[in-house]
């Protein structure tokens, strides 16, 4: 999966709290600080449990709560979208068709 995400991956960073052209930033040093799980940790955990390979991955900023959404592209040619906490690493909610049909044994 790690290939897949060095040439198929789309980053978007929604952030209100961004610093000039770099809205990364603010993102990064909460990973640095342990504030905010690392998206490696959140790919890691999908790889283990999950068939498929990453669309896109957005890390969006609500309220001061980070989210991760990763779409995967299941092997029957769903697209199922995960979305995690990304302060706690849980993952909170999962939409797509034949879902079961992904999970690892």
């Given at each position: ?36 799980v ?6 890691d ?61």
């Open positions: 999966m790690r290939q897949l995400l060095l040439g198929a991956i789309l980053v978007t960073v929604l952030s209100g709290s961004a610093i000039g052209d770099q809205p990364w930033e603010p993102l990064h040093g909460e990973v640095r600080r342990g504030d905010v690392p998206l490696e940790t959140i790919l955990w999908l790889e283990e449990n999950y068939h498929g390979d990453v669309l896109e991955v957005e890390i969006e900023r609500e309220n001061g709560l980070v989210e991760y959404e990763i779409k995967l592209l299941g092997p029957q040619g769903q697209v199922v979208e995960f979305e995690f906490d990304g302060h706690s690493g849980q993952l909170m909610k999962i939409e797509g068709v034949r879902i079961n049909e992904m999970r690892r044994q």
